[in-house]
């Protein structure tokens, strides 16, 4: 079993939301065309409206063209038919199952996934009997293959497009990653075809575009939490100036852990994973269709990307360690020795005293599962149930996600209190991009 309390200074993370192109050329590798069933634009349009007459429901969607409408871009997929599990391809489907439920037209989003609609069947899942088989991707709309050039095109078209230069950028990774272990702050992202798109490769894709774009990531691979160096950091380099512009990031777990959910399984009423708690919180609609708790924690009427990360550290029952850029850098800023500290005498109650209401909701929540004492310290409480709680998996991720969240308000009154206002202007600007939302919910 894992012990999380290990590695809990390695917290870092990385994540992109993909985003949507209205008007882009064919891209390499794309087959609109494709004579296979499965890959085909119109067949999988047919399939989208399947859902519903797509006329009628066009005229209640978001037009791409509106000025508050995001550019959506989706990139996804395994590097090789041996691990394109199907779970990946059902997380781009529930991603635009997720913008219709937000009231936005998933037809406009531009999706780069595995192989594209070459009509090669690769991507791997487990029949009824349990026999690994293949079959080709079935997404609407999917646009091309995911591959380093035609992810570059892809951000290079939404730089060239001066209307949407103040519009925001929505990026989503779900696929594998890469953990370099001689630099884990340049850990990579795996595309088709085994390409490989290191952190910092990506930064520099990123820094292209004008610094008015606001960009928002969501990232759920494999040590995905490096990725937050190529939102935070000219470069993607720890050691460079903070990067300019309106930029943040959603990680499914640190640069150091593995996450999880890619799986040849089916059924997705079985999957938990930080995309599924993640796009339930933000849009109020789990994966299987049913409605769930809202995340509307300081109840303002609509859900931001921070709530809905908030709701999947308490939602997703897996291994993941959730981190978001606001976070990543909070944890930079503090040795190990002084981070451990924090811990040590002040109250859960007290802490609580100055957390945000999302933050709130975590801790309350965690502190609940674990039986923690709220007029104790952190330390005191794990002092009296370690063994109960190391000795189940579960209790074990919910302890290092109360650990984290508890350090990271620590950090954080810290830092109010030093009143340095070149730090604080950093972090209220990484928190406002945070706060952002697709809408209400």
Known sequence: MMRFLSILPLLSIGGLITVAIATQPPLKGANLQSSSPLGSKSNASQTLASQGSKSNASQTLVSQKSATAPDFLVLGGGGAPSYNEIAIEKNVLYFQRTLKTLGFDPSQATILFANGNDGRETVRYLDANREERFKAPNIPYLQAAATVDNLQQSL???????????????????????HNREDEDNNTMMLWDEQSLSVREFATFLDRLPPTKPVVTVMVQCYAGAFANSILYKNGDPQAKIAEGHRCGFFATTKSLPSVGCTPEVNE???????????????????????????DYNQDGRVSYLEAHAFAKVDERAADLPISTSESWLQSQLSEAATAKLLDKQSLSKLLATARPEQQFVVQSLAKQLNFDRSKSYMDNYDRVETSVTEDELKSTY????????INIAIEQQLRASKNPQKIAIFDRLLNCESGSLGKS
Request: hydrophobic share 35%.
């Open 399 to 406: 302890l290092a996600r109360l650990k984290i969240e508890l």
């Open 269 to 295: 009423a079985d999957y938990q994973d930080y995309s599924s708690s993640f796009f339930a919180g933000l849009s109020g609609t789990n994966r299987i269709g049913q409605r769930v708790a809202s995340a």
């Open 156 to 178: 290079q078209q939404i730089a060239s497009t001066s209307a949407s230069n103040r519009r925001p950028l929505f990026f989503y990774f779900t696929g594998h990653g890469s």
